[in-house]
């Protein structure tokens, strides 16, 4: 949301708000201060160029010359929803109009007794595991040495229930190892011994902080604002 905000009125100090490519958290020394005040001028550019101007031009083709342009329709927008919360977010300046809704559907009342081919695995286990990097990645187009890496250091844990989200039909898995195109996360961490390998974006903190167990998180970078994401993330994750 940063540059939405930024577009909406929403102030980004550089001394303490670092941009979306930074790998700083929120206490920033001389130097990253420095490199914060230089990304924050140019990255308004580059997203220009990059994704605003593209995306400008598909809504012209589909709707007509006279779309207005993305960021003016940013800029008058009445509402922001933002898929955080500001309880585990950075500290940053907001508006009323800026509302945070992350963690929406994680509640306790949302969880659902696991179904049968889950519930036989987990109870047969001494630790469960459960391996995604979400619906944004495709873990089916990881390289197939990186696939095999994954199945041989499983199947070295034979007493640990893997719970893999995978898309595809080539790969073959060891016992302890349960591929499938969709998991019940949510219901998953609920159990106190289940324990969670995933890309460090929001849900990821939002799923781990919403359970009423503490649970452990492995923390993967897979894209760029999720470098900004993990220190903060990782941190919540020890206080939890």
């Given at each position: ?19 979306i ?11 990253q ?69 992350g ?47 994954f199945?041989?250091?499983?199947s ?12 595809g ?17 949510v219901?998953l ?20 902080l ?20 993990s ?5 919540f994750?020890?206080?939890?």
């Open positions: 949301m940063d540059y939405v905000g930024y577009y909406m009125g929403a102030p980004m100090p550089p001394s303490y708000v670092a941009p490519l930074s790998d700083a958290g929120d206490i920033l020394t001389f130097g201060r420095f490199k914060s005040i230089i990304g924050h001028s140019i990255t308004p550019y580059v997203i220009n160029k990059i994704t605003l101007a593209a995306e400008n031009k598909i809504f012209k083709k589909h709707f007509g010359a006279d779309f207005p342009d993305l960021l003016e329709i940013a800029k008058n927008a009445s509402l922001v929803f933002v898929n955080s919360n500001e309880l585990y977010d950075l500290p940053r300046p907001t508006l009323h109009k800026i509302v945070n809704i963690g929406l559907g994680m509640k306790a009342a949302s969880a659902k007794p696991l179904e049968k081919e889950y519930a036989e695995k987990v109870e047969k286990a001494e630790n469960v595991i459960v391996f995604t990097f979400g619906s944004a990645a495709n873990s089916s187009h990881m390289p197939q040495k990186w696939k095999n890496a199945m041989n250091a499983f070295k844990f034979p007493k640990t229930q893997f719970f893999f989200r995978y898309e039909t080539d790969l073959k898995a060891p016992k302890n190892v349960h591929l499938s195109k969709w998991l019940p996360q219901d961490l609920r159990k106190n011994f289940t324990y969670l390998i995933r890309n460090s974006d929001q849900c990821c903190a939002g799923h781990c919403s359970v009423p167990k503490p649970k452990s998180a492995i923390i993967s970078l897979i894209f760029e604002d999720e470098w900004l994401r220190g903060n993330n990782t941190a994750l020890k206080l939890k």
